[in-house]
T-cell receptor, first 113, second 111 residues
Framework: SQTIHQWPATLVQPVGSPLSLECTVE??????LYWYRQAAGRGLQLLFY??????ISSEVPQNLSASRPQDRQFILSSKKLLLSDSGFYLC????????????FGPGTRLTVL | GEDVEQSLFLSVREGDSSVINCTYT??????LYWYKQEPGAGLQLLTY?????DMKQDQRLTVLLNKKDKHLSLRIADTQTGDSAIYFC???????????FGKGTRLHILP
């Protein structure tokens, strides 16, 4: 069966510090991968999606970047965090051309102070 | 543009039915979803409906779709304390397409 992991579960970082959140998927090959953010009091916002290794599409201009160094690994990064980067970050996957939904990881709660 | 709207809060007495409503703007939406987020947890897909369906029932859950009005609802029968969570309405145009989420409705269960 497929499993999606995210870490860390919670993170508190100072403004201006770097960020690296990792997401890995097990039990499937060549998944579509997604990074979402849920800011306090707001809905989910799609940040990045990837259809394959090294292929990243950005949905909104921002302070964050994403990379996909391996088929089942998706990394969300920032060189310098802003206060507005605080939120709940969710990674998700879907099966290319076969699945009809996205499956979400447990999420990372990021607090920038 | 694509937009999904839902009320932010709903309070229901234990044992009553909960009805969470949602409206969307994209007439090309093909898949409509309901997700549940429990405190401190990730999102869980509850159910989904295709745009060519009017209703889908799954145990205590009933989804109703009015495609003409672009209105989706989730009914939870015999609401229990374990149903306390944030419920997200979402839509997508195609399989594996990006999913547009609403802001979520926080369901509070009264004793």
């Amino acid at each position: 069966s497929q499993t999606i992991h995210q870490w860390p579960a919670t993170l508190v970082q100072p403004v201006g510090s770097p960020l690296s959140l990792e997401c890995t998927v097990e039990g499937t090959s060549n998944p579509n991968l997604y990074w979402y953010r849920q800011a306090a009091g707001r809905g989910l916002q799609l940040l990045f999606y990837s259809v394959g290794i090294g292929q990243i599409s950005s949905e909104v201009p921002q302070n964050l970047s994403a990379s996909r160094p391996q088929d089942r690994q998706f990394i969300l990064s920032s060189k310098k965090l802003l206060l507005s980067d605080s939120g709940f970050y969710l990674c998700a996957w879907s099966v290319l051309r076969a699945g009809d939904t996205q499956y979400f990881g447990p999420g990372t709660r990021l607090t920038v102070l | 543009g694509e937009d999904v709207e839902q009320s932010l809060f709903l309070s229901v007495r234990e044992g009553d039915s909960s009805v969470i409503n949602c409206t969307y703007t994209d007439s090309s939406s093909t898949y409509l979803y309901w997700y549940k987020q429990e405190p401190g947890a990730g999102l869980q897909l509850l159910t989904y409906i295709f745009s060519n369906m009017d209703m889908k029932q799954d145990q205590r859950l009933t989804v109703l779709l009015n495609k003409k009005d672009k209105h989706l609802s989730l009914r939870i029968a015999d609401t229990q304390t374990g149903d306390s969570a944030i419920y997200f309405c979402a839509e997508s145009r195609n399989r594996d397409d990006k999913i547009i989420f609403g802001k979520g409705t926080r369901l509070h269960i009264l004793p």
